[in-house]
């Protein structure tokens, strides 16, 4: 008789054994579902897209990066153009002094071409690149 009040559920009415839990039958294994490989048209397009975007990035990533510099090095072009209209005495004595250290520095051998180079940059271009002040607004009204 079956006790209602029993505390024990779900007894299997066959054991098995380890061996037989090992395998599975046959009607177990083709309803797992296997890895889908397809090699379709529509699988072909979509990594032909994929491939194309990730091209399209870098081709972009690279067409910024050149723009940025070209546009750093307009602005310093216009910016040294800027400077030797302005002070023209001013640039003629760095460009001179800037090109007789380089002399001396070359002649004695003290400097490698690098080190000759970042002189240049710093004597010269850095001094002339340098954003311009601002100028003051012309006062309109007369002030008492």
């Not at 397009?45 to 491939?51: M, R």
């Not at 400077?83 to 001013?90: G, T, V």
């Not at 250290?101 to 400097?111: F, G, L, N, P, R």
Request: proline letters at 7%; glycine letters at 0%; charged letters at 25%.
């Amino acid at each position: 008789m079956e006790n209602s009040n029993s505390t024990r559920t779900a007894i299997p009415k066959t054991e098995t054994s380890m061996s037989e839990k090992k395998k599975k039958p046959d009607s177990l294994r083709a309803e797992t579902p296997q890895p889908k490989r397809s090699t379709g048209i529509k699988d072909v397009i979509d990594i032909i897209w994929a491939a194309l975007i990730f091209v399209l990035m870098i081709v972009v990533r690279f067409l910024h990066s050149a723009f940025e510099i070209l546009s750093d090095i307009f602005v310093k072009v216009y910016r040294i153009l800027i400077f030797c209209y302005r002070k023209p005495n001013h640039a003629k004595e760095l460009f001179k002094s800037t090109l007789n250290i380089i002399k001396v520095s070359y002649d004695a051998e003290i400097w490698t071409w690098t080190d000759m180079w970042e002189i240049f940059k710093s004597h010269l271009v850095t001094p002339m690149t340098k954003q311009p002040p601002a100028r003051p607004a012309p006062q309109s009204a007369k002030q008492k």
